[in-house]
């Protein structure tokens, strides 16, 4: 899990215990340190010393042989000595002549198993090289490591006459249990110290973050639909002063944004209200001015059909004059609107009512029973085929041979009113938005047809659909339970 996903408490205590791990780890790896070095220096600072005692016991013997201090005489001048001062020092000794061969050795395994007959010749030449002619080596023999020093013997004038070896093997017997026993008392204080830790770290966590708590539940109950409260802390931090006082003048901005907002949003849905009141009492305006210009052409009192036309006209003027008082009643009780009547329709009659106000000879009807009845509310059906038709009607300006067929059919227990036309179709980037309240591809009108179909439909358990295809028309289908 990434340390970001945790929470803020979380990640405090996890920082605090991390550094006092790996403070602990630090110490450990300088103690190790520290205690490698001071182990070389001590080693080599022993070495040193014995060296210089084994020299100073060479030199005093060379004062008293009765050999003459030469190369070729210092196996006889040490045969027997060097034992002696070997055991003093606690330290093998061997004795190499200037080219490198091996003249004199103490009695020892470690050197009978580890030290050669000659020197190499690198070593020879850095001994040489040497301003004071010593070195020091690391060397391995026989899986064994350890310090090889090389030093010239002189003779009384200060002359070289041979090589002294001396091999050094580290014994950190001591220096490791001391080390061990160190670095066991140094965990175990760490363990306590990340236990006490823990616990700082625990309450120091909880008391950081108890504010920042504070303020995230604020935030959490802050709403724009309500009155928000502002945070009232004491003996906060510096920043978390600066946060809640930055929440509280949001908190203000948000009331007052919430007043601006709930009055904008009023006058809004009055104006919304406004404009659908509008579209709806404009549908039946506009055919019923088409009938009355359609009858005032056509009126001829010599006509023997006279009674009989001028009582369908004035059956299809009232009948749209229905409407629109139905538009102005529910609209003086907006929560209401539209108000749902179920009552048993002949659904077939009730559409060829609602196309009879439309006079173009393009629009042709079609049902499969003289009869299909359904709990509907006619003034909302009249209004669904009435808002469809006229969609089609618009659809087919410049269109040649313009077609519109309305269809009411049986299927599955519903009722099926089609509307197809071979007009311009829709675009498909259009077909998404086709239901959206003030949408409309238009120049004119509000957009609020199809919202207002689909609303009507939807309130009956129903569904509104359509298929569309660029100059080739549109076919929308309603579908509504008979019951």
Same mark, same amino acid.
Request: net charge neutral.
């Given at each position: ?6 929470? !803020? ?24 340190? &520290? ?32 050999? @003459?201090?030469? /190369? ?16 003093? =020092? ?29 020197? %190499? ?38 002359? @070289? ?73 004491? =003996? ?24 601006? !907002? ?13 404009? &659908? ?6 549908? +039946?305006?506009? +055919? ?6 359609? $009858?005032?052409?056509?009126? %001829?009192?010599?006509? @023997? ?7 369908? $006209? ?8 229905? /409407? ?13 609107? +539209? ?30 029973? %003289?009869? !299909? ?5 006619? /003034? ?70 199809? @919202? ?14 359509? /298929? ?12 509504? +339970?008979?019951?």
């Amino acid at each position: 899990m990434q340390l970001k996903k945790f929470s !803020l408490r979380t990640r405090i205590f996890i920082s605090m215990i991390l550094i006092v791990v790996i403070a602990s780890i630090l110490i450990a790896l300088i103690t190790i340190y &520290q205690y490698k070095e001071q182990s070389d220096e001590y080693h080599q600072g022993r070495l040193e010393r014995k060296e210089k005692a084994i020299m100073s016991s060479i030199n005093l013997e060379l004062q008293r042989t009765t050999y @003459p201090v030469e /190369t070729q005489q210092l196996h006889l001048i040490f045969k027997e000595r060097i034992y002696d001062i070997s055991e003093i =020092n606690s330290l093998d000794i061997n004795i190499y002549s200037l080219s490198g061969k091996l003249l004199i050795s103490s009695s020892s395994s470690f050197i009978k198993d580890t030290i050669s007959n000659d020197i %190499d010749v690198s070593v020879l030449r850095q001994i040489g090289d040497n301003a004071v002619h010593r070195i020091v080596n690391e060397e391995m023999k026989n899986g064994i490591q350890f310090q090889a020093s090389y030093t010239y013997i002189n003779d009384n004038k200060f002359k @070289p006459i041979g090589i002294l070896h001396l091999p050094y093997l580290e014994d950190n017997t001591f220096q490791e249990k001391e080390l061990k026993e160190f670095l066991f008392r140094l965990g175990m204080m760490n363990l306590f110290m990340l236990f006490i830790a823990s616990i700082i770290a625990y309450f120091m966590s909880k008391y950081i973050t108890k504010s920042i708590k504070n303020v995230s539940e604020k935030i959490n109950q802050t709403r724009l639909d309500k009155r928000n409260e502002k945070i009232i802390l004491t =003996n906060a931090s510096e920043e978390i002063f600066n946060l809640v006082n930055a929440y509280n003048d949001m908190v203000e901005e948000l009331g007052e944004s919430a007043v601006k !907002l709930a009055k904008s949003e009023r006058e809004q849905a009055w104006r919304e209200m406004a404009k &659908q009141v509008a579209h709806e009492i404009k549908n +039946p305006l506009t +055919p019923m001015r088409l009938t009355v210009q359609s $009858f005032e052409q056509r009126f %001829d009192v010599n006509d @023997p059909n006279i009674k009989e036309k001028i009582n369908e $006209f004035s059956k299809s003027l009232i009948q749209q004059i229905d /409407t629109m008082s139905s538009i102005a009643s529910a609209f003086s009780n907006f929560a209401e609107m +539209p108000k749902q009547k179920r009552e048993e329709l002949n659904v077939v009659e009730v559409v060829k009512l609602a196309l009879d106000i439309f006079n173009e000879d393009f629009i042709h009807y079609f049902h499969e029973e %003289d009869a !299909l009845f359904a709990k509907l509310d006619k /003034t909302q059906l009249i209004r669904v085929v009435t808002n469809l038709v006229k969609n089609a009607t618009q659809s087919l300006v410049n269109v040649e041979n313009p077609k519109i067929e309305v269809k009411v059919s049986n299927q599955n227990g519903n009722v099926i009113i089609s509307v197809a036309d071979n007009g311009k179709g829709i675009n498909e980037e259009d077909k998404n938005r086709i239901f959206e309240p003030k949408f409309t591809t238009k120049s004119s009108g509000m957009g609020l047809g199809l @919202p207002m179909i689909k609303n009507i439909v939807e309130a009956y358990n129903g569904s509104i659909t359509f /298929t569309s295809e660029i100059n080739r028309g549109t076919v929308f289908t309603v579908t509504i +339970p008979k019951t």
